[in-house]
């Protein structure tokens, strides 16, 4: 779908997600991730960059976990994670808008909840790539989790939070061969509404993640 067509069904309020690809399961156990796998990070930092161009190949259930575990998972016996949260509100939840499904991401577990059985890719972004992408990313601010934080400073510090995750990805992306790029424009309503989120969850960002289609 192209963007021009994303924009004019947004306006309209009509962008919806396409049938799922495949069987929903509803609930997805991670293996365990490699944590010496991937590049040393002084040469992921030099390689970090956002692409564009994927390919439509599946990541394997390995390299997933890593993935959502570099992301925001737990590193620590203490239940601490790989992303930093003011008053460890960990206020912060992870969408993976697969072609089968979308699910939520519970760090504590390292599992993927089915949220929705649908195709949500094209709804978490207007440019084209996101529909044929393996996978999408939302992050997710769950307000009722940040009452220590002063209301006027929630949204501030979830940005920060998310901001945070997202580099993260791209670490893990630039470390691993992966493709991603982060997008803040993206229409929030048909994301929320897709994923059914309530009144005190804001979507803040989405983020592309694959295998680029130029390896050269």
Known sequence: MTTLTKLALGMMGKLRPQPALGNSDALITLPQPDRKAGLPLMQALAKRQSGRDYKPDALPMELLSGLLWA?????????????????????????????????????????????AGADLRRVTGYQDFVDTAPLDLVFVANYPRMGLVPAAQREAYAHVAAGAITQNVYLFAASTGLATVIRAWIDRSAIADALGLTHDQQVLLSQTVGYPTDTS
């Open 71 to 115: 992301a925001c998972g737990v590193n620590r016996a203490d239940g601490g994670r790989t992303a930093p949260s003011a008053l460890n509100a960990q206020e912060i939840d992870i969408f993976v808008a697969l072609p089968a499904g979308a699910y939520r991401y519970n760090a504590s577990s390292h599992r993927l909840h089915l949220v």
